[in-house]
T-cell receptor
């Protein structure tokens, strides 16, 4: 499975847009890029998944350049409740595939 | 619809004792996974069930860990005998089978194990 690299931590203020970039230089043709969010004392929660270009849902946007060697999770107008660890994962995106977690990015949002 | 539930939420045992963790996946989910995170480390994959069969158990650390999923519904993860390094949070996740979905994993809130 492709290894991912993300910043260990990021700081932001309420109302700002936060962009977390993940590198995955060895991504395979069949791999999708998936982001999970984890709050303290909870299990990870799916945020968004994409294969190429841009994907947007009610929570976030995911930008994937043409070479797919990186991706950027964009959180619009963060609030204090967005303080969490964000994981970037790469895999074939199919049901039945175990996810491999990296260290994640700890996002701290302040008022 | 109920999510993935895990029991107990926290267990404190002494080294050498036995602990059994239970996971109830979302109804209808054939895939069930166990993960764990030990202090300061990454979330590590332990094993994957498809219904009652072990699809991948490459992440199981040693033979002190035994996972079962009789009947393809709930699963148990037994640690016997427990060692200090087994302390951590054990997460269970489940997902649907079939095409056309994202392969999204639904995680439980975890069972925290403390071995003294």
């Amino acid at each position: 499975l492709a290894k991912t690299t993300q910043p260990i931590s990021m700081d932001s203020y309420e109302g700002q847009e936060v962009n977390i970039t993940c590198s995955h230089n060895n991504i395979a043709t069949n791999d999708y890029i998936t982001w999970y969010q984890q709050f303290p004392s909870q299990g990870p929660r799916f945020i968004i998944q994409g294969y190429k270009t841009k994907v947007t849902n009610e929570v976030a946007s995911l930008f994937i350049p043409a070479d797919r060697k990186s991706s950027t999770l964009s959180l619009p107008r963060v609030s204090l409740s967005d303080t969490a660890v964000y994981y970037c994962l790469v895999g074939d995106g199919k049901a039945g595939t175990a996810l491999i977690f990296g260290k994640g990015t700890t996002l701290s949002v302040s008022s | 619809e109920a999510g993935v539930t895990q029991f107990p939420s926290h267990s404190v045992i002494e080294k050498g004792q036995t602990v059994t963790l239970r996971c109830d996946p979302i109804s209808g989910h054939d895939n069930l996974y166990w993960y764990r995170r030990v202090m300061g480390k990454e979330i590590k994959f332990l094993l994957h069930f498809v219904k009652e069969s072990k699809q991948d158990e490459s992440g199981m650390p040693n033979n002190r860990f035994l996972a079962e999923r009789t009947g393809g519904t709930y699963s148990t993860l037994k640690v016997q005998p427990a060692e200090l390094e087994d302390s951590g949070v054990y997460f269970c996740a489940s997902s649907q089978e079939g095409t056309g979905n994202t392969g999204e994993l639904f995680f439980g809130e975890g069972s925290r194990l403390t071995v003294l």
